[in-house]
């Protein structure tokens, strides 16, 4: 079973950058489209980048431009890499694999890591 390992969360304050990792060990990895999503307090978990099996990336409006998302295949890992944080930034990401862009994400979802944007 694909056990989802998000790291790379912390506090930041406004501005600055992070660089998200999800690792999915045991995944047949390339086989996948990879996305990031996030949830804030009160809110549901909405997706905010996704790279498909060509590397077409693409985002939501919210953080385009300022987020990049990429994957390691041989690492079996993808990333986000965000740059400019905002407050509104301020969630728990997580990130899921799907077989179809229009299908539902596969795995059990994992802890998610937590960024904090704070001055």
């Known amino acids: 079973q694909v056990q989802l390992a998000e790291s790379g969360g912390g506090l930041v304050q406004p501005g600055g950058s992070l660089r998200l990792s999800c690792a999915a060990p045991?995944?047949?990895?390339?086989?996948?489209?990879w996305s990031w999503y996030r949830q804030a307090p009160g809110k549901a978990r909405e997706i905010i980048a996704t790279?498909?099996?060509?590397?077409?990336?693409s985002y939501s409006d919210d953080v385009r431009s300022r987020f990049a998302i990429s994957r390691d295949n041989a690492k079996l890992t993808v990333f986000l890499q965000m740059d400019n944080l905002k407050f509104e930034d301020t969630a728990v990401y997580y990130c899921?694999?799907?077989?179809?862009?229009?299908?539902?994400?596969?795995?059990?979802w994992g802890q998610g890591t937590q960024v904090t944007v704070s001055s």
């Open positions: 899921n694999g799907r077989l179809r862009l229009e299908g539902d994400p596969r795995f059990r």
């Open positions: 045991g995944s047949v990895f390339d086989a996948y489209h």
């Open positions: 790279i498909t099996t060509r590397d077409v990336t």
